[in-house]
């Protein structure tokens, strides 16, 4: 069952998207924390950009 369920998901519009996560400093404290979206393959890099 989980090999059907992968292949559908490599033939949908999935392949087109990229989970991307980021990690942000935080100015007041110092500590770190992550931000994540799912953007299109082509806008990936303008993601890291900003």
């Not at 087109?16 to 994540?36: D, H």
């Amino acid at each position: 069952m989980a090999k059907k369920v992968v292949a559908s998901l490599q033939k949908g519009e999935g392949r087109g998207f990229a989970k991307v996560i980021k990690m942000v400093k935080s100015p007041k404290t110092g500590s770190y924390s992550f931000k994540e979206e799912i953007v299109p393959n082509d806008k990936v890099k303008d993601f890291f950009a900003k």
